[in-house]
């Protein structure tokens, strides 16, 4: 036989054809391709290799028609980024991944198109689900979405999360864990570097919820905490608030900082000014793990889960786009627990 005649041949086979060599129901294919139900991992190795056997790739065009659906995923991101370039690349990564291993492409949409957005993706059908990042907490959007036709998550938690489904980390643990770490190494006077003017702008609604884990924290240890904007997330803004902080009447022994690419900023205003971080004065970030082990000297942090928070997120999408429609999740929040690891930026203090 010609190459040509078993390419033409390869293209001919169906999930019917698969189901048949693995002793296997086609929907028993179909589970295994898109995970939306659990089967064994014997049975998913002989679907697997069934498909590996004949070459087998799903007809996207065929699946649309028979199932009326696109096969592609919204995912709303945010313009200008308050996460930053590299902030947002995990949640992007991993989203397109999830989606890739059931099947689904995913159509990028930036979040200044705001609520007409939404409408327009659903309007033309364009997709099968969205995805919008970085919630601001009375969100333009919110009231768009019980109105259209297609299932949304958010990654973020609005003021009035009701009839939503939300994951996110939780923003509030984070706040409370920053400011206990600091207490329970003897620091009295703790100063928060607040977020840039454009992200409270743009009223995000983790900017409050960390900002509540903090006074919650420092309430219950009998301490009053600072807060100073940072005027700009540049290195010159941060030698502003740098300066700004360590003027205060009590000067702070502790600083937290929950913009992330403002961190690094921060610890080279503090050099500057003859303070090494970890020894004259500690620091606790808010970001990932591995953009806290990379900074010089590596910050303790509280974590930022974007990859937990976005493989959460799609688990709760492709539950409601079963097939089947059988007992969709319940709306609601699902906070993605917030964790601390100690670094290079804590000093124990002692006072008199």
Same mark, same amino acid.
């Not at 002989?46 to 919204?74: F, M």
């Not at 219950?220 to 905490?225: P, W």
């Not at 999408?317 to 290079?344: C, H, I, K, W, Y």
């Given at each position: ?20 060599? !693995? ?24 679907? %697997?290799?069934?498909?590996? %056997? ?35 690349? *995990? ?96 620091? /009295? ?33 009998? #301490? ?13 803004? !941060? ?11 009590? $000067? *702070? ?5 929950? @913009?992330?690419?403002?961190?690094? @900023? ?5 050099? $500057? ?7 004259? #004065?500690?620091?606790?970030? @808010? ?19 974007? /990859? ?28 993605? *627990?917030?964790?601390?690891?100690? /670094? ?9």
């Amino acid at each position: 036989m010609r190459i040509d005649d078993v390419r033409r041949c390869k293209r001919m086979f169906t999930s019917k054809d698969v189901a048949r060599i !693995a002793g296997v129901s086609q929907s028993t294919v179909s589970y295994v391709m898109t995970g939306k139900r659990p089967i064994s991992e014997e049975t998913r190795k002989r679907v %697997q290799a069934a498909i590996e %056997q004949l070459s087998y790739q799903p007809n996207a065009g065929a699946q649309a028609l028979a199932s009326s659906r696109t096969r592609v995923i919204a995912l709303v991101v945010p313009v200008g980024g308050d996460l930053g370039n590299q902030g947002v690349v *995990p949640f992007l990564e991993t989203i397109t991944q999830c989606a890739r291993e059931a099947d689904y492409d995913v159509l990028l949409v930036t979040a200044d198109e705001g609520a007409a957005g939404l409408t327009r993706l659903d309007g033309r059908s364009l997709c099968d689900a969205i995805v919008m990042m970085v919630i601001a907490a009375q969100d333009e959007r919110i009231p768009v979405i019980p109105l259209l036709r297609v299932p949304v998550v958010l990654l973020g938690v609005p003021d009035d999360p009701s009839g939503l489904y939300c994951v996110d980390i939780d923003f509030t643990q984070a706040g409370r864990l920053a400011v206990e770490e600091l207490v329970g190494t003897g620091h /009295r006077r703790i100063v928060v570097i607040g977020h840039p003017p454009h992200t409270l702008a743009r009223g995000n609604s983790f900017v409050g919820q960390f900002q509540r884990g903090v006074d919650e924290a420092a309430t219950a240890a009998g #301490i009053r905490t600072g807060l100073v904007q940072l005027p700009e997330s540049t290195p010159s803004g !941060a030698r502003i608030v740098v300066d700004r902080a360590l003027s205060t009447a009590e $000067r *702070p022994d502790g600083l937290i900082v929950p @913009h992330t690419s403002a961190i690094p @900023h921060v610890l080279a205003a503090l050099r $500057r000014r003859g303070l090494v971080p970890g020894r004259d #004065i500690s620091v606790v970030g @808010h970001c990932t793990d591995s953009a806290a082990e990379e900074m010089e000297p590596a910050v303790t942090n509280v974590s930022h889960a974007p /990859r937990e928070i976005s493989r959460r997120a799609m688990r709760t999408l492709f539950a409601l786009l079963d097939d089947e429609g059988a007992n969709p999740p319940p709306f609601g929040v699902e906070l993605v *627990p917030a964790r601390l690891t100690r /670094r290079e930026t804590t000093v124990n203090v002692s006072h008199p």
